[in-house]
């Protein structure tokens, strides 16, 4: 057995290393961030204080340190779990990963959040590679529970997802690598679709957007979709969901579109969003969805307990 | 001007029926229902006050009458609005819209909750066929706000979409017809996501089913995909977004799995939602859904206000 983690790394200290930061600090670790531009030191720490005081809304009241350094080594130094948020080019993540496993010893875990990259590519140059996993999280991760697990190594993966439940995370272990995991790949599934019915003249913008986030999104925020369908499958459940609506569900998968984002199309959709936005900053609009989050998150946790 | 709606009639008592005659209910109107089986009567007035009893929760305390018969002139009569829900049958439905529409006076409307048929073929042996909209609602009607409307009248559709409103839903129209309107349609592209990564043994049923309710499906609750896509562009927004990664979700559609939902699929499918369920009945889950979707209802509220 190894120990529990006391000390995270956090490499590259964007948006998402500061997210990642803040959880690992609520709940009590030590973390220390790397980026090479002495810019980036006082917007992540900006970022990281919010992010802890919307924490501290969820009852996680620890204060674990949190330090920045433009010194890899400096960074690294005693830490037993390394969270990656470098650039999403592989050739870069293939590099810096290389670099972290070379300065670390053999019993450190090192993950990268990829959303892009598939793990295979980017260990390649690693001496450790095993050692090596995926992490993906949703944004803002401090807040959004997923973590897609990618390894090659069932006891690294296992005591991966042992470190995030530990903070809190939900994670989800791939049996083989895929282009875009899970989350996004059912995003982007969705999203084409959405794009067929803007392109298509259906609905504008907003209503395509309400339509989802008034109806099967509110479910999907409790439960997956084969859930979902073994509740709406009556008293066969599941089995005779798909024995009676199977059918239909493949006949309505024939019926689905294949849009193009062409310039006419993306012009539609901005001009959508826009007028769905009504004026409203993204600041503005990231603020009420961190606010909205947490309140579901909340609601989660009343209905959990 | 017409009158605000005053009396509210349910053709067809199911579980949709119950949901609809509680929400109306509860919003102080008269509710009369049909049904053809006098057996549908108790389960129709049990489900309208454990329904009910939901919506008190949100604060909803109106007390309108419920009567249920099975005759139909019976139930119509008085009423300014119908809302049909009868079996997902087009021959069936077609003859039942048309001996509603010809029992009724010219400016009632006529709604029908059909999830699978289009409107053009159920109203095509009414004598008012414009009166006459497609208002699908998404399971369960009295707790989901989504309403997809279809209709051909534009006055009738704003008077539908305010009758809605005021019983709390968001109305969504339909600038013209589709076989699934909005929402089901998105929840069937990203449902064939899903089924590929289960017949590809990407990852389990219950972590495919987490991967969404713990990552994508938590913001969907608040907000659509294109609106999602706009707080994932950075500062440039959607317009952003597509620009630097319209290609690369391009190339994600392009890698979708087209599964088939063939014998050995479904039977993985029901094998996997049984372990997710971990020997919770269907009744346990639904009570459960509920208890969750009127804690994030609650959370919605908390802050829209």
């Given at each position: ?5 006391q ?5 590259g ?25 002495e ?11 919010r ?9 996680l ?22 969270q ?18 070379a300065a670390?010893?053999p ?5 990268s ?7 295979s590519?980017?260990v390649?140059d690693?001496a ?5 996993v ?11 529970p ?5 390894g090659a190594?069932?006891?690294v ?8 439940r530990?903070?809190?995370?939900r ?14 790949r ?9 794009v067929?019915?803007v ?5 504008s ?9 008034n ?8 439960m ?10 009556g008293?066969?459940g ?5 024995a ?23 012009a539609k959709?901005v ?17 009420r ?8 998150l ?8």
């Open positions: 057995m190894s120990q529990p983690v000390h995270l790394a956090i490499v200290a964007g948006m998402i290393g500061a997210s990642w930061a803040a959880l690992a600090s609520a709940h009590g670790l030590a973390v220390s961030a790397y980026d090479p531009h810019v980036a030191r006082e917007r992540f720490l900006g970022h990281v204080e992010a802890r005081s919307q924490l501290t809304e969820l009852g009241t620890g204060n674990g340190a949190v330090s920045f350094s433009t010194d890899l080594a400096e960074a690294l130094a005693g830490a037993g779990f390394v990656e948020n470098g650039p999403e080019n592989e050739a870069v993540k293939r590099a810096l990963l290389a670099q972290i496993d670390l010893p019993d450190a875990i090192i993950a959040s990829t959303s892009a990259l598939v793990r590519a980017i390649a690693c450790r590679p095993e050692r090596v995926v992490a993906h999280p949703f944004n803002p991760p401090h807040l959004v997923l973590v897609e697990l990618v190594d069932e006891g993966v296992e005591r991966a997802a042992a470190f995030y530990g903070l809190g995370r994670p989800v272990v791939l049996n083989r690598e895929m282009p875009g995991h899970i989350a996004n059912l995003a982007s599934a969705l999203y084409r679709e959405a067929y019915l392109e298509q003249g259906v609905a913008v907003a209503d395509i957007d309400a339509a989802l986030c109806g099967p999104g509110l479910r999907w925020a409790l997956g979709p084969h859930m979902t369908y073994h509740l709406g499958g008293e066969g599941i089995a005779g969901y798909l009676h609506l199977g059918p239909s569900q493949v006949r309505r998968w024939q019926s689905l579109g294949d849009p193009s984002l062409d310039a006419e199309t993306q959709i001009a959508g969003v826009a007028e769905e936005a009504q004026g409203r900053s993204i600041a503005e609009l990231e603020a969805r961190d606010e909205g989050l947490l309140a579901v909340k609601a989660r946790t009343l209905v959990s307990a």
